[in-house]
């Protein structure tokens, strides 16, 4: 192996200039307005007159290097060679014309990503890794993803909507991701506290990492069946995997107790309200590959019921907000239970502390 | 390769309907790579299961770095031996996510020889994921990557990937260069983001305005929107033509603004822009006629995260506005502060937000030596139980 | 002052002592652990710079076990072969 002195480090990412079409470099910063001309197709024009067209394509976000090749491919023929992607896992193609963007859609129709999630429509799904990649995914992410937005693609292909709605997956509450602030959020979650295999648990891990890596304090050096092991302190015990980040012999991966929970109204734009919090809707639908349909049906009354009744431009946090929580359990035909009432820190500023109530 | 795929009746399932197909990217991998041949069978065996199958490595890595490359190793090694190791490289994206095919080729050749064939496009904190190679192949791989100039990115107790909006590239309603000011913090703490010497991780993105696309201000330590002082600009003409083509101007856009700023008396639209609050509502709807003003910058808040260990935050404001030009001293200056702090007092996990709220933001404001300003609060304290400090009165003749 | 590679065989001992009695610990634990052993004559910058020799010279490497500690190159327990 190379002497580490003489490697190469610390030279950081490419730098950007180099990858930016020059219609961009020479407009940088000039950007005057932009205009949505149809689903997945804007124009942007610049102070100068000059103009952009990009054409934004779903992305499943798992890509293997033949697709990128063949986006590579797209982008030498229509755009000089330059491309991006989005922070929501699409691909965008930026043409100097607007002549060949039908071709464009075409020839991407073709290899199976559709052109939209522009303006008010539901774009890709942010999400994690799930049973692909993740050792501690209460569900997989790629797999809800693709069952939901399979579900959603008229709205993702067109812009009938009320508003904005962005939809995230996490496959476990460490959440990769800005799960916790979405229109819809979709949560895998475990719902018991690991399995301790005490027989291994010593030999395959170090007991004061164990302890240490508990963020609740819930796990504690213990001597079990003669074998120095730990037990956990199951009320303290929120399920985050942690413990099996550090300790294989700490499994809570459980195919019956696994699933997901749904939440709603979060935002992190700050346009006409604050940033919100997505909060609970669905506690628990449990795990049923490969189609989820118990959470596809959910998700999609969810995203019918906002669209046939907010108004223009709201969000869901805040169409809910309008017509406050009790209306909104009743409309989606949501039981509210106990385990919709925070118990956490502060948990008295989320009751309701008036009597604005509506009948 | 392709003739001896596993069977894989439910993940089959999940080639069907309109939405691009992981399953399909996997089955074009694995046309070339063993180990995505074992990946599609380990998976399958997860869906028929409902469970997955990975353990997680905190070891490996690439000399000299202590960041960016996460371990994982399957727990059927014996059943699924290509993807024993299967090991994730986090490779530092360029700004706003922008590539030419030459650039993005040369990444899928490196990634042919030495990994799975598969990625993310990208990660959730934005890095290109290459997904998937033996703990003996990651030297070779930054190796090579290291001759096309793309370096691995952050993970762990280390300044993570910093990431950023398109920005100036491509949008009218950015208020500072997103992508240059990522850049440049980007490679000026290079040593932070490669060698892990925080209490947990720490990430910085920036949002070139208030609408904050790259989720700012739900997940980063740092969080820069960007946003103006002085006046929206208006161009009544296109307000007109908004109207004209059946916009309810009062409906969409007057009634739904927060600041109640706004008056439209049919020919010309005013705004008290004193008490605008920059949510970017009127200028959204209206593009064609409205944009932030000119005197533009940034507000940086801190303190974001999801909620491992104590709950979920959102930023709060810690400097109204910043005018965010490089070479962006000052905030270095302030970055470095706050680090300094944080590194000495805070606990194991413990990220910046949840430190501020263990030790107070008025004493977090002092050790970095800010002063308080009423834009930091959403209301001041609804408690009496303020802690005077003995010395409040020594400074009186200086006023 | 003390000498970079000083510093760094002193953490290099440390790491070994804890990770006798399977301790971990992180680069502020050292770097607190000198400053405290040798006051005037070492500082953060130095600490720093003596924490990339070790690592650089291959004695000690980086690992992430729910945060980012220093040891002595090791077998972990996830490991396949």
Known sequence: MADVQERRTDFGPPHYEQFLPPVIKEN????????????GVMVHVSETGAKIWTVRAASGRLLAIDKIRTFCDLADKYCGGYFRFTSRHNVEFLLDSDEKIDDLIKDLADIGHPVGGLANSITAIVHTQGWVHCHSAATDASGIVKAVMDDLMEYFENMKLPGKLRIALACCLNMCGAVHCSDIAILGIHRKPPVIDHSRLNKLCEIPNVSASCPTAAIRPATVDGNPSVEVIEER???????????????????????VSIWVGGKVSNARCE???SKLAIPYIPNNPPRWPEVTAAVRNLVELWAKNARKHERMGEWINRIGWPKFFKMAGIEFTKMHIDDFKHAGLTFKRSAHLTF | MAD??????????????????FVKEIKMAAKGSPMAVDLLGQLEQSYTEKIGHWKHGGIVGVMGYGGGVIGRYSDLPDKWPNISHFHTMRINQPSGWYYTSDALRKLCDIWERHGSGLTNMHGSTGDIILLGTRTEELEPTFEELAKIDFDIGGSGSDLRTPSCCCGQSRCEWACYDTMGACYDLTMHYQDELHRPAFPYKFKFKFSGCPNDCVASIARADLSFLGTWRDDIRIDQDAVREYVDRGMDINEEVISRCPGNCMEFDGKELHIENSFCKRCMHCINIMPKALRPGTDTGATILIGSKAPIIEGALLSSVLIPFYKMEPPYDDLKELIEEIWDVWAEEGKNRERVGEFIQRVGMGNFLDAIGLDPVPEMVAHPRENPYVFFEEDEDEDEDEG | MKSVDEVADAMYEMVKDAQAVKKKLKPMDLTKAMIATYGDEVDKKLCKAAIKELINSG?????????????IPHREGAAND
């Open chain 3, 59 to 71: 004695r000690c490497v980086y690992t992430y076990f729910g945060g980012s500690f220093i040891e």
């Open chain 1, 28 to 39: 940088y910063g000039k950007w005057k307005y932009h205009e949505i001309l149809k689903p």
């Open chain 1, 275 to 277: 940033p919100m919090f």
């Open chain 2, 4 to 21: 001896n795929l596993p069977k894989t009746p439910q993940l089959d399932e999940l080639e069907k309907g309109g939405w691009p197909s």
């Open chain 1, 237 to 259: 015990c929120m399920y985050c995997a942690n413990c099996f980040t550090v300790c294989p012999a700490m499994p809570l991966n459980d195919p019956e107790n696994d699933g």
